[in-house]
């Protein structure tokens, strides 16, 4: 195990390198000079000697290969650099808003699985009945549907028309006139409509995932003999089928991940939830490199440890499970 997981992070040391190079090259070929372009939005004045003071600062005057290294020997030290646009360090900016975008994903990840998990597990049961045909395909659609027309259309539904929930934002504006309790609730009502956003199509992709996994562990043998001998049918669903459909569910963990965090830059953007998501959508736009790559940085980060925490799980669900092909 301890072998595996060096060999996993000796790897994601490698994959992550690969991304960092590909981003930087990416972010810094596109049109447009940063500061010029900051100077712009903020109609400022600057003297050719104050702006070549600031692209030295952020080694915008060397070669791409000296700004990556200068870049990279931050990242080590987890020096991000500072960002072009507030002049703060990149680290606070990601911290303050990261609370926020963990919140509404995590929310969205549990919603999805509680309720999409049951719901495959319930159509593998009955599987070529009407109604779980007819389900497959409302789970098809709902996968099929962009996060961004679903966000507008439960604006438009149940902020606009219904006027129930808040349209954006994280709170109202009389939010720091309320007590705990009102504001709790004022927080969860301006969550709901991201959170149901993001959770839609994960809550399809984990009932389709157990639904297929579970019909191919009822179809084996062992299952056949527990219901020979007699055994409840939910217990032999429950104590002998799902354990054993686990690893196709766990191996969905490193999947969904990197959904969650890459939906979030639309999402966070169309709800104006205060979040990482928005951060990276506005620093794209502003042309913001250190806060750029930061966030690259770190969603890279993220997804190379989900997918090896889900390596790291299967043995769990079963134990002869050994990794490195070795028994």
Known sequence: MVSYIVRRLLYGVLTFLGITIAVFVLVHSVPGDPIAFYISQHMTHLSQPALDAIRHEHHLDQPLLAQYLYWLRGVVTLDFGTSITDHRPVVTRVLEKLPHTIELNVTAFLLAAAIGVPIGLWSAARSGRPLERASAVLFFLLYSLPSFWVALLLMEFFSVKLGILPLFGMQSDEYFDLNSAQKLLDHTRHALLPVITLAYAQLAIFARFSKSALTEVIRQDYITTARAKGVAPARVLWRHAFRNALIPLITLLGLVIPY????????????????????????????????????????????????????????????????????
């Open 260 to 327: 969650l965090i890459s939906g979030s830059v639309i999402v966070e953007d169309i709800f104006q939830w205060d979040g990482i998501g928005r951060l990276y959508f506005t620093s794209i736009l502003s042309r913001d490199y250190p806060t750029v790559l930061g966030l690259t940085v770190a969603t890279a980060v993220a997804t190379l440890l989900a997918s090896l925490v889900a390596d790291v799980l299967y043995a769990f669900p079963d134990p002869r499970i050994r990794f490195g092909g070795r028994e």
